[in-house]
């Protein structure tokens, strides 16, 4: 089975500040990374994903994400946050192949202040 | 094209009343996931299927929880009777089959169990 760890259950920061968001995964078998982000009352939207290549991944809005095997993470990243920015972020994984079938983290709370 | 439609969006009922939510999904997409999501943690999957057969269903507490999707479309998934810790967000998706695919989330129906 997989598992997700977020690390950090809230992220505050200033409006233009970088940001990175944790996540880490424990799985026996390859896996396919995802980032989502939900706004208030609304459903999962897709941030990015990694299912195979460069370990560097880019998505939309300006968030990135690297996968390291190694250290089995999978870190968000934005160089320059906005206000619209400020959301709950999900990290997910899934066993690479077969069924797509996603195992969620807890969440990060981004609150990105003026 | 449309979305992930999902009915109705909030719900409060008593604990040991029975309740229903239903789900549209995406036009040609065969699969179909149902999310558990209590506030301050993530999506948990109850139950995903493909076309109108069970995929998993190993986190479905099925003593109270049951779900359908007869004609390989809609979906219906019934909390009969209900507990106080069934108070969440009941998120639908759904995928086209095959490997991974994107899987696109409705808005959710937040039910309030008192």
């Known amino acids: 089975a997989q598992s997700v760890t977020q690390l950090d259950s809230q992220v505050p920061v200033f409006e233009e500040a970088p940001v990175e968001l944790r996540c880490n995964y424990s799985?026996?078998?390859?896996?396919?990374l995802f980032w989502y982000v939900q706004y208030p009352n609304q459903g999962l939207q897709l941030l990015l994903k990694?299912?195979?290549?460069?370990?560097l991944v880019k998505g939309i809005n300006g968030f990135e994400a690297e996968f390291n095997k190694s250290q089995t993470s999978f870190h968000l990243r934005k160089p320059s946050v906005h206000i619209s920015d400020t959301a709950e972020y999900f990290c997910?994984?899934?066993?690479?192949?077969?069924?797509?079938?996603?195992?969620f983290g807890r969440g990060t709370s981004l609150i990105v202040h003026p | 094209e449309a979305g992930v439609a999902q009915s109705p969006r909030y719900k409060i009922i008593e604990k040991r009343q029975s309740v229903a939510f239903w789900c549209n999904p995406i036009?040609?997409?065969?699969?179909l996931y149902w999310y558990q999501q209590i506030l301050g943690q993530g999506p948990k999957l109850l139950i995903q299927?493909?076309?109108?057969?069970?995929?998993?269903d190993s986190q479905l507490p099925k003593d109270r929880f049951s779900a359908e999707r007869l004609k390989g479309v809609d979906s219906t998934l019934k909390i009969q009777p209900a507990k106080l810790e069934d108070s969440a967000v009941y998120l639908c998706?759904?995928?086209?089959?095959?490997?991974?695919?994107?899987?696109?989330f409705g808005q959710g129906t937040r039910l309030t169990v008192v």
């Open positions: 998706a759904s995928s086209s089959p095959g490997g991974y695919t994107e899987a696109f």
């Open positions: 799985s026996s078998v390859s896996v396919y």
């Open positions: 990694y299912l195979s290549g460069s370990t």
């Open positions: 997910a994984v899934s066993k690479a192949g077969g069924s797509y079938i996603p195992t």
């Open positions: 036009s040609g997409h065969a699969t």
């Open positions: 299927f493909q076309n109108n057969g069970v995929v998993d």
